[in-house]
């Protein structure tokens, strides 16, 4: 499974603001993501930016309005417009967004999108009172109305030297965004794809707690290729997870206990579960009111066991068939293969990814992993070393297969 941006083809529109220094970056991001970026600059841009900025990054055109006039004149805006995948105005001024809600096309940028067969995405970057003003709000109405997607502006620190709500987002936010709604429509799509991630934590004092070495990568790069393969994905993550791909419902949880009610709520009617989340097996017994001195001394920590989440979705599956697929992973630093198949079987799991943490490469804190598939019909399958995101493709495309009719484990 690709990158949603891979092979297509976006017009990135540049109008003029001091964020337009932000639209090269967006530009590198989404060329880097695979995609052909064609730049559209308004004149206002020029003053900020130049085209060879943007032909640098990309390694295509960037027009201008002097192309408007040159000998392509009256075809060149209709072959931006109609042949894009995705039209991105970014940083979109008040201006600009005055003339796209009123059907006004006196440059390149607002013919092109005059134009545009695809859908359009907006980041307005002004000053707050700019943006706040009865005109500007109405333009936005209008345009979010005709389906135009609004990205911020965001809270920030403005040109004018205010504090305030009219800075462009950020580029990696946007990027995150154009992938979501360029992978709407995928192999999943209708789809309701649960993932789990990061180490539970279980409270011994206000100011201790038992966890694990997750780091929630795993969990969070599964999240965001389900999400690739047009899946609608909720997320439940513990406070290691920073932050959810743009799209991906996030519920946040801590302990062992707040994980499994999450997961039974949001397995209901789901299609899949993807168990990555490193939950603790014990939890202190008592949970002290203040913190233990070490004045005090602890001789001994009564623990006791967790829910196990996996043994209650087997239930529920029982009981209502959802979710329709379950997938388990298996962190292991001994005899991987034998307690990763005993767990496949003991949890009653579709299939699972079994991984040796102890290694370097493939540990918790690692950017990379070695996985071995397994599923229940017996078939096992070691994949290479990858990167997590990689590594979270492979196994969203077999589960592709077990829920499209394909085949069931891609071994």
Avoid at 75 to 90: E, F, K, W
Avoid at 307 to 316: F, K, M, N
Avoid at 377 to 390: I, R
Wanted: charged share 20%; net charge negative; hydrophobic share 45%.
């Amino acid at each position: 499974m690709d990158d949603p941006l891979s092979a297509r083809r976006i017009v990135l529109g540049v109008s003029g603001s001091i964020a337009a220094y932000k639209a090269v970056d967006l530009a590198s991001k989404l060329a880097q993501a695979g995609a052909s970026v064609e730049t559209v600059l308004t004149a206002a841009a020029l003053q900020f930016v130049t085209p060879l900025s943007f032909q640098s990054v990309t390694g295509l055109a960037a027009y201008t309005d002097a192309e408007l006039w040159g000998a392509q004149a009256h075809v060149l805006h209709i072959g931006l417009g109609q042949h894009a995948d995705l039209l991105v105005i970014a940083p979109a001024t008040a201006q600009t967004m005055a003339k796209l809600a009123n059907g006004l096309a006196d440059n390149l940028l607002s013919l092109t999108a005059l134009a545009a067969r695809c859908p359009i995405v907006i980041a307005p970057a002004m000053d707050a009172g700019m943006f706040a003003h009865p005109a500007t709000q109405n333009n936005l109405r209008i345009l979010e109305e005709r389906g135009v997607v609004t990205l911020g502006p965001e809270e920030g620190h403005l040109a004018s030297g205010l504090v305030a709500k009219g800075r462009m987002s950020e580029p990696w936010d946007i990027l995150e965004h154009v992938r979501y709604l360029l992978s709407r429509g995928g192999p999943l799509h209708g789809r309701k794809i649960v993932v789990t991630a990061g180490g539970t934590q279980e409270r011994l004092d206000p100011v201790r707690f038992l966890t694990n070495r997750s780091t929630g990568k795993q969990g969070k790069a599964l999240a965001r290729a389900a999400l690739e393969a047009g899946a609608e994905v909720v997320l439940i993550a513990t406070p290691i997870v920073d932050r959810a791909p743009a799209g991906v419902a996030l519920v946040r949880v801590r302990t062992a206990a707040q994980m499994a009610d999450a997961v039974l709520e949001a397995a209901d009617e789901a299609d899949a579960l993807i168990m990555a989340a490193a939950v603790a097996d014990f939890r202190p017994v008592l949970e002290a009111d203040h913190k233990i001195k070490k004045a005090s001394g602890l001789s001994e920590l009564p623990l006791e066991r967790t829910t196990d989440i996996l043994s209650a979705i087997a239930e529920l599956r029982k009981q209502s068939g959802f979710p329709r697929v379950v997938v388990g992973f298996a962190a292991e630093t001994e005899d991987l293969l034998d307690n990763a198949r005993n767990k496949l079987r003991d949890k009653g799991l579709d299939f699972i990814a079994a991984n040796d943490v102890s290694g370097v490469d493939t540990g918790f804190a690692a950017d990379t992993n070695r996985v071995t598939l397994l599923d229940a019909a017996g078939g096992q399958e070691s994949l290479p070393l990858l990167d997590k995101l990689q590594v979270a493709r492979e196994i969203v495309d077999r589960l592709v297969g077990w829920l499209t009719g394909g085949e069931e484990s891609g071994t």
